[in-house]
C-alpha cells in the first residue's frame, strides 16, 4: 500500500509529521537512492529504500496496549505542568503509542493506547458509538427514578446525551456509598460526572472497566497488556457495528 513519505517517516518514529517535511524538503531523505526532496510523493513502505541521513528506515510494528490508567494521571504523552503522563508507564516498549480517547485526571482504569493512528480515530471518532463502561460511585443511595432519568438521557449544557445503561453493583450502607455500573456510548468530556452532577449524585469515584469488548479484568493499575490480533479485529468490529446500529434506530 502506497502512503507519503511524510506518514511513513512519521509512523516509523522518526519525528513528528511537520519535522519529516522539513527533512524532505532539505534533502536529508532517499527513496531507492535517489533524493526525494518534494512533498506528497507517494511511497510504498514494505517495497521502496527509504533512508534519513543515509540510514535506513525501521518501519514499527502496530501496537495496541491495554492500560490500567491510575487517579492522578493525565491521559496525554506530555505535560507541561510535569505531572505524570501515561506513556510514563510503558518506556519499556521503546515504541512512540498514544492514549485512544482520554480519562479524566482523577479517573482511573482502561485505557488503550497505541502507535496506530487510524485505529484511535475510529475507535474515538464521534460517528461511532463504542459502549464504555465504568464503576461509579456516588454519595448515598440513588433510587430507581434516578436511574431512570440516566437512562433515558440527560440534557447537559452541550445537549441531551444519548440513554445510558444503569444499574446497582454495590450498595453499602455503612459508608453510605453506592456503586454503579454505568454503560455511555458516547465519549463527551466528563461525560459520567457531569450526568451524574445533573441528577444530583456528584461522583466520588470512577473507574472504566470495559471499552467496547475489551475488559480491563485482573490487569493491576500503572501495568498493561498487549491486546491479541483477535481483540483489534473485535474492536474494529465493534466501531463499525455501532455506526450500523445507530444509522439503523
Ligand atoms: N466520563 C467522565 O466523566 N470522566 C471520564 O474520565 C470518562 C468518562
Redesign the pocket.
Given at each position: 500500500m502506497t502512503e507519503r513519505l511524510q506518514k511513513v517517516l512519521a509512523q516509523a518514529g522518526i519525528a513528528s509529521r511537520r519535522k519529516c517535511e522539513e527533512y524532505i524538503t532539505s534533502g536529508r531523505v532517499e527513496v531507492n537512492e535517489q533524493v526525494v526532496t518534494q512533498l506528497g510523493v507517494k511511497v510504498d513502505p514494505e517495497q521502496d529504500e527509504i533512508k534519513v541521513d543515509g540510514r535506513p528506515i525501521r518501519l514499527q510494528s502496530k501496537l495496541y496496549l491495554a492500560f490500567y490508567k491510575p487517579k492522578g494521571v493525565i491521559s496525554s504523552v506530555k505535560d507541561p505542568e510535569g505531572r505524570k503522563v501515561v506513556t510514563d508507564f510503558v518506556q519499556q516498549i521503546n515504541q512512540r503509542v498514544y492514549p485512544v480517547g482520554?480519562?479524566?485526571y482523577d479517573?482511573e482504569g482502561l485505557l488503550l493506547l497505541t502507535n496506530d493512528g487510524e485505529f484511535a480515530q475510529l475507535l474515538t471518532h464521534p460517528k461511532y458509538h463504542i459502549p464504555?463502561t465504568?464503576h461509579v460511585t456516588v454519595k448515598g443511595v440513588p433510587h430507581g427514578d434516578v436511574l431512570e432519568k440516566l437512562k433515558q438521557g440527560v440534557e447537559l449544557d452541550d445537549g441531551m446525551t444519548a440513554p445510558a445503561e444503569v444499574e446497582y453493583h454495590d450498595i453499602d450502607p455503612d459508608k453510605n456509598r453506592t456503586v454503579l455500573t454505568m454503560t455511555?456510548y458516547e465519549g463527551r468530556n466528563?461525560?459520567?460526572?457531569?450526568m451524574l452532577e445533573a441528577v444530583k449524585f456528584p461522583?466520588v469515584k470512577?473507574k472504566?472497566v470495559q471499552f467496547g469488548p475489551i475488559y480491563l479484568g485482573g490487569l493491576s493499575r500503572g501495568r498493561y497488556r498487549e491486546l491479541s490480533q483477535d481483540e483489534v479485529k473485535q474492536l474494529k468490529a465493534a466501531a463499525m457495528e455501532s455506526h450500523n446500529v445507530q444509522n439503523t434506530k
Amino acid at each position: 500500500m502506497t502512503e507519503r513519505l511524510q506518514k511513513v517517516l512519521a509512523q516509523a518514529g522518526i519525528a513528528s509529521r511537520r519535522k519529516c517535511e522539513e527533512y524532505i524538503t532539505s534533502g536529508r531523505v532517499e527513496v531507492n537512492e535517489q533524493v526525494v526532496t518534494q512533498l506528497g510523493v507517494k511511497v510504498d513502505p514494505e517495497q521502496d529504500e527509504i533512508k534519513v541521513d543515509g540510514r535506513p528506515i525501521r518501519l514499527q510494528s502496530k501496537l495496541y496496549l491495554a492500560f490500567y490508567k491510575p487517579k492522578g494521571v493525565i491521559s496525554s504523552v506530555k505535560d507541561p505542568e510535569g505531572r505524570k503522563v501515561v506513556t510514563d508507564f510503558v518506556q519499556q516498549i521503546n515504541q512512540r503509542v498514544y492514549p485512544v480517547g482520554r480519562l479524566d485526571y482523577d479517573t482511573e482504569g482502561l485505557l488503550l493506547l497505541t502507535n496506530d493512528g487510524e485505529f484511535a480515530q475510529l475507535l474515538t471518532h464521534p460517528k461511532y458509538h463504542i459502549p464504555r463502561t465504568y464503576h461509579v460511585t456516588v454519595k448515598g443511595v440513588p433510587h430507581g427514578d434516578v436511574l431512570e432519568k440516566l437512562k433515558q438521557g440527560v440534557e447537559l449544557d452541550d445537549g441531551m446525551t444519548a440513554p445510558a445503561e444503569v444499574e446497582y453493583h454495590d450498595i453499602d450502607p455503612d459508608k453510605n456509598r453506592t456503586v454503579l455500573t454505568m454503560t455511555i456510548y458516547e465519549g463527551r468530556n466528563r461525560q459520567v460526572r457531569r450526568m451524574l452532577e445533573a441528577v444530583k449524585f456528584p461522583v466520588v469515584k470512577l473507574k472504566r472497566v470495559q471499552f467496547g469488548p475489551i475488559y480491563l479484568g485482573g490487569l493491576s493499575r500503572g501495568r498493561y497488556r498487549e491486546l491479541s490480533q483477535d481483540e483489534v479485529k473485535q474492536l474494529k468490529a465493534a466501531a463499525m457495528e455501532s455506526h450500523n446500529v445507530q444509522n439503523t434506530k
